[in-house]
Structure formats: structure tokens, C-alpha cells
């Protein structure tokens, strides 16, 4: 469950920007996941609940914002959302569709105090 350490990755990343942000509690994160980013958001949920427990994090609310997957075809030349990686082009049905967006995970923002 490769979610476990992306979860302890989150607490780095906000125990790094409390150093600098001097903030000494977090109530709310949110996270963005990408439909192609290969992360199931529940099992992150469960994760990062496990994680937190003691930290300045403990008790935060997090909000996972999910995006979809967006692709440019190299076939018919347009943007377009796809579903999962090496999936045909929904308009086309070309192979060579490029993913441009949606595989992403990353921290949005916090709320803190």
C-alpha cells in the first residue's frame, strides 16, 4: 500500500512549512489527486488518519479535491478528458494520447492556526 508513505510525505511536507510558516496546529488539509495519479483516495484517508496521530496535524480535517484525467491526441489534435492511461482518444479512437493533466498528487493548501 504505497499510500501509507505518500500519506507520511503529506506530514513532512506540512511539518516543513510549519518551520517556515510558524504555525503550531493545522485543521484542515487539502489535497489534490489526479485521476491517473495510481492513488485511491479512501485508502490515502485512512493513511494519513494513522499518521497524524500525535503530530501538530492530529485531528485536522482532510479534503481530497479529486481532478480528471486530460490527455492531448495526437491523432485528431485536441484536448481531451480520459479515464485511464493508454485509453483510446473518446473522440478519435487514436492510441497516442498524450496525458497533460490528472496524474498529479499534491498539497493545495492548509488551514492553520
Known amino acids: 500500500m504505497h499510500e501509507m508513505s505518500l ?3 503529506v ?3 506540512i511539518e516543513e512549512n510549519a518551520k517556515n510558516g510558524n504555525y503550531s496546529r493545522v485543521l484542515v488539509v487539502r489535497l489534490e489527486i489526479g485521476a491517473l495519479s495510481h492513488v485511491e483516495p479512501e485508502a490515502l484517508r485512512f493513511c494519513f488518519d494513522a499518521v497524524i496521530r500525535g503530530s501538530l496535524a492530529d485531528g485536522a480535517r482532510l479534503e481530497i479535491l479529486e481532478t ?3 490527455g492531448y491526441c495526437l491523432g485528431c489534435g485536441k ?3 480520459v ?3 493508454y485509453d ?3 473522440d478519435c479512437g487514436a492510441y497516442q494520447v498524450q496525458v497533460t493533466g490528472g496524474d498529479e498528487l499534491r498539497v493545495r493548501d492548509l488551514e492553520v492556526e
Open 7 to 9: 500519506a507520511e510525505g
Open 11 to 13: 506530514l513532512r511536507i
Open 68 to 70: 480528471e484525467g486530460r
Open 79 to 81: 484536448e481531451v478528458t
Open 83 to 85: 479515464a485511464a492511461r
Open 88 to 90: 483510446p482518444c473518446p
